[in-house]
């Protein structure tokens, strides 16, 4: 039988399409820019229990006795004695089947002493193998922490390293693809690929024309092939269905101005701003909503409606209370709060919405890495919209400054109402930053990924 033919069946057999319909939004009237001033960090890290909010005790053991989120109808590899990963051959040809002759998924398994990689293309599966030790997995902490603080020294050689390490053994299967999916399990998670050398030097050779990988390759991450399986159908449903009546865009700007314990973000309001006339510019219609109208309750209407939803906010990060991890709008630690709506969208809120939206971006710092339990394991927050229906995410692995957030998310736009894809504008958003001395480094343009199809 055509693998095509298979995944079709599939479709029907596995997955039952999501009809949508539509949401009265009152549209706000986009208004001036704001003066630069000043470049907050778009993330809380509480050091403290926010327990003075309103019914909070209540919230933390409702929380606590959330239900598991459902398992996903496909399944992750299972491993042999020997710790080889397998795939179920039908499920295999389904993945195939859905990858363009462009794409390729790269799946790390890493343990103390091996990594395990499988390269699955449309015309080939292999599976490579890598002894390792621990100075490997001391250089990955090392390599991160300089790029986070802009740490130049010795940063080039550490990435030909671990790039030959990491891309070496599989850089058959790159070879000829424009788009790298890449599954990173356990200590990977969170490693900015991107930021890797290619092509990779062999044997201490150097290689004069060795660019960042993403110069080269479009670059989508995914927790879990099933994650990535699950959007990917999703995404196709979706084109096979109308989806005329779906509000176009979303944005959430909540800049916090007269809020005293939160940090104002003054580049929100002109962020979303700008984006919603771009879409207009376009003839397609935004819906943006700023400061007492950016609250949790009009997002929670809006978001099952919409194709692109894009919120520019704090996260908060409590390592005392990881139950209230999320996003946080306009509400939050105002008299405007209730029961049903504190201004803190908690990562388990999330997973009990429905949100079928082709493009979710959380212009916060660190959000692709904030993580709390729910059942017997830990989610992060652009897992739970994945979960929640999104097909992608557009998050951050690092804490980011407000000015530079509003820059890359103007310019990402711009690429994509330009005729992009998702992964395509923001490899050229990075390509520009990284022509640009004042940008260059990957502090600047490795923290955003996308994660999804």
Not at 323 to 328: A, D, F, P, Q
Request: glycine content about 6%; hydrophobic content about 40%.
């Amino acid at each position: 039988m055509d693998p095509r033919i298979a995944v079709y069946i599939m479709f029907f057999l596995l997955v039952i399409p999501r009809f949508f319909t539509i949401a009265m939004a009152q549209v706000q009237e986009i208004e001036g820019l704001l003066s630069e001033i000043g470049s907050p960090h778009r993330n809380i890290n509480l050091g403290f229990s926010p327990l003075h909010l309103a019914g909070s005790d209540l919230a933390i053991n409702e929380k606590c006795r959330k239900p598991d989120i459902p398992d996903s109808s496909f399944k992750d590899p299972f491993f042999t004695s020997n710790g080889i990963p397998v795939y179920n051959p039908s499920m295999l040809i389904m993945i195939q089947g859905l990858l363009s002759r462009q794409e390729v998924i790269l799946e790390y398994f890493p343990s103390d002493t091996m990594i395990f990689t499988i390269a699955i293309t449309r015309e080939f599966t292999s599976i490579f193998t890598l002894k390792i030790n621990s100075a490997f997995w001391k250089d990955i902490t090392v390599f991160k922490r300089k790029i986070r603080l802009a740490d130049t020294r010795n940063c080039k050689n550490q990435s030909e390293a671990l790039s030959e390490i990491l891309l070496g053994t599989v850089s058959s299967s790159l070879k000829g693809k424009t788009k790298a999916i890449i599954i990173p399990h356990t200590a990977l998670y969170g490693f900015p690929f991107e930021a890797l050398v290619y092509p990779v030097s062999r044997m201490g050779q150097t290689v004069n024309n060795s660019k960042y990988l993403i110069e080269g390759k479009e670059i989508v991450y995914n927790n879990s092939i099933a994650q990535w399986l699950s959007s990917r159908i999703r995404g196709k449903i979706c084109n096979m269905s109308t989806a005329e009546n779906n509000l176009v865009f979303a944005g959430f700007s909540s800049d916090f101005e007269f809020h005293e314990c939160i940090q104002e973000l003054r580049e929100t309001d002109h962020e979303i701003s700008t984006i919603g006339r771009m879409f207009s510019e376009k003839g397609k219609t935004p819906v943006v909503l700023f400061n007492e109208n950016s609250n949790e309750y009009n997002f929670k209407a809006i978001a099952g409606f919409c194709q692109i939803i894009h919120i520019a906010t704090h996260t908060i990060i409590n390592e005392d209370f990881p139950e209230m991890n999320g996003l946080l709008f306009h509400e939050y630690g105002s008299d405007q709060i209730t029961d049903q709506d504190d201004g803190l969208l908690a990562i388990h809120e999330i997973c009990e919405l429905q949100i079928p939206a082709d493009l979710i971006v959380l212009n916060a710092c660190a959000s692709a890495n904030i993580r709390s339990p729910i059942g017997l394991d830990w989610y992060s927050c652009a897992d739970c919209f994945m979960k929640a229906g999104a097909r992608n995410v557009l998050c951050t692995l690092w804490n980011v400054s407000d000015r530079l957030a509003d820059r890359f998310m103007v310019d990402f736009y711009r690429y994509y109402l330009a005729g992009m894809s998702y992964s395509k504008a923001l490899q050229q958003v990075k390509i520009e930053m990284i022509s640009e001395p004042s940008t260059s480094l990957p502090v600047n343009w490795a923290a955003y990924v996308l994660m999804g199809q």
